[in-house]
C-alpha cells in the first residue's frame, strides 16, 4: 500500500487516518478549554497596595461580574479580613480588625 502522508517516522496511509487523527485532536483541545473554563482563578485580576482601615470597607474591582472569591496575595500587617456582605458586579465588601495595607486576587 503506498502511504498517503508520512513525516518525523509517522506514515498515514489515506485521508481518513488524517481525518481522524484531527478530530482526536480537536476534541481533546475541547476537553482541554472546557477543563480551563471551569478555573475561575483563571479569569482574575489583582487589586494591589489597598488601603484597608478598622471595620467595613468597600473595594472597586473590574470583573464586570459578582467574584466567586478572593485570596489574599500580600498583606502588610497581620488581620483578619472577612467578607460582611455578599459582593456584586463592582464592589467587595471587606471587614478588617485592622487598618492595613493588602493585595488580593479575586476571581
Do not use: C, E
Amino acid at each position: 500500500m503506498k502511504n498517503f502522508l508520512s513525516f518525523n517516522n509517522i506514515t498515514v496511509s489515506s485521508a481518513s487516518q488524517v481525518i481522524s487523527g484531527f478530530n482526536r485532536l480537536v476534541s481533546q483541545i475541547i476537553q482541554i478549554v472546557g477543563t480551563l473554563n471551569s478555573k475561575p482563578q483563571l479569569n482574575s485580576i489583582i487589586l494591589s497596595n489597598i488601603s484597608l482601615t478598622v471595620g467595613k470597607n468597600q473595594i472597586n474591582h473590574t470583573l464586570g461580574f459578582p467574584p466567586n472569591g478572593w485570596i489574599i496575595v500580600d498583606l502588610t500587617t497581620a488581620s483578619s479580613i472577612t467578607r460582611y456582605q455578599t459582593s456584586n458586579n463592582t464592589t467587595l465588601f471587606l471587614n478588617s480588625t485592622v487598618a492595613t495595607t493588602v493585595s488580593l486576587q479575586v476571581f
